[in-house]
């Protein structure tokens, strides 16, 4: 299985075959999990070609992201009622098979063959090309940062989780296992997908507290595929709770860098403002004995927008990366509900600066306070 984070360019190159090489083409199919490849004429099915640059630059390249985030849809992340595992929305990701061929002027010839899975993820411009290698796990997160969680948010059953892309064989095992971390020695181990073969977008919960209150006070999760010949792949993360008796805590849902749905939970203070804005028109009397209770000016079209202020708590020097992919996320979420990340730059703290580090950031909820929808 080879990801590609599509907000980023997908470079297919075509290299050059010799002296008769005058064109190229590439035939893209595009199309989401329960669907079947698309055929010439249908949606998700493109043809693309191309003449040489120059006798001297007959290699040819396309770059296919665009096409392949038309079909990748993120709305919400759905972790009501997780308390296991389950399969993700089919359009939070895509197939797609890239065949090329190259031109001799006549005859296009078959070169190679290739299918991919695309993710409304990024690469850093540090990363060089986009080159997806091949793997059976790829984790939508970063295991370095730690989870945090409201720790009374499992009662009401909505627990944050992590996306898992996996390409499992029937020989294949696959494991979940969840461990204590506060000394006490208490493991749980699930034989997950058991008989399921095939690619799927998986939803790991951060935890298993809210049917298991042993992980109360956090716990240590081990995600392994182990193939029937070769080195299993391990990706190993923490989760930890905190208790706000003071704020209420807002869960921030957003898509990051690698194409999986992310939660930061502010748990500080925050601060509400309503804005509103109209069209100002002055008014021409009925009459010359007018009414003076109507007066000579009045506002048309009027409606409002809210802004909130929030703030993380004292949070890890690496939580610069999620602010990162917060502020460079295309789909933002608080409590369920659409905003826009109204702050447009932050300082990426250090400890060794900041000491005690808390990012605040302002949203604008991506809808009108009056219902004006037509």
Not at 191 to 200: H, M, R, W
Not at 324 to 347: C, F, H, I, N, R
């Amino acid at each position: 299985m080879k990801v590609v984070k599509v907000r980023s360019p997908f470079i297919v190159e075509v290299p050059s075959q010799g002296s008769t090489h005058v064109g190229s083409k590439i035939v893209l199919t595009i199309w989401n999990v329960g669907e079947s490849e698309p055929t010439a004429g249908q949606s998700g099915y493109y043809q693309l070609t191309k003449s040489i640059p120059s006798t001297t630059q007959r290699a040819t390249s396309y770059n296919v992201s665009n096409y392949v985030k038309e079909f990748i849809d993120n709305v919400k992340p759905n972790n009501y009622n997780l308390t296991t595992t389950g399969a993700e929305n089919v359009n939070e990701y895509c197939i797609f098979h890239v065949l090329t061929y190259w031109y001799n002027g006549t005859t296009y010839t078959n070169l190679t063959g290739e299918y991919y899975y695309g993710v409304n993820g990024f690469t850093n411009y540090t990363d060089g090309y986009q080159n997806p290698s091949e793997t059976k796990l790829n984790l939508l997160a970063n295991t370095n940062i730690k989870n945090y969680y409201y720790k009374s948010s499992y009662a009401d059953l909505k627990m944050e989780y992590l996306n898992l892309l996996f390409d499992k064989l029937s020989t294949d095992s696959f494991t979940l296992k969840y461990e204590r971390i506060d000394g006490t020695v208490y493991s749980t181990t699930q034989n997950i997908l058991s008989g399921v073969t095939g690619i799927d977008n998986l939803k790991i919960p951060i935890t298993p507290v809210i049917f298991d209150n042993n992980f109360v006070n956090g716990c240590k999760v081990t995600i392994t595929i182990t193939p029937a010949s070769g080195s299993p792949t391990v990706y190993v993360f923490y989760s930890y709770p905190i208790e706000e008796c003071k704020y209420t805590p807002v869960r921030c849902s957003f898509i990051n860098r690698y194409g999986g749905w992310k939660d930061i939970i502010f748990f500080k203070a925050q601060t509400n403002t309503i804005s509103s804005k109209g069209t100002d028109y002055k008014l021409m009397p009925s009459a010359i004995n007018y009414n003076t209770s109507k007066g000579q000016v009045k506002s048309f079209n009027i409606n409002g927008t809210q802004t909130i202020k929030l703030n993380t708590g004292f949070v890890d020097e690496n939580y610069s990366e999620l602010i990162t992919d917060l502020l460079l996320s295309e789909t933002v979420l608080l409590d369920a509900k659409p905003v826009m990340v109204k702050t447009q730059g932050s300082e990426l703290k250090t400890s060794l600066k900041d000491k005690m580090i808390n990012y605040e950031i302002e949203f604008e909820y991506a809808y009108n306070l009056i219902n004006d929808v037509v």
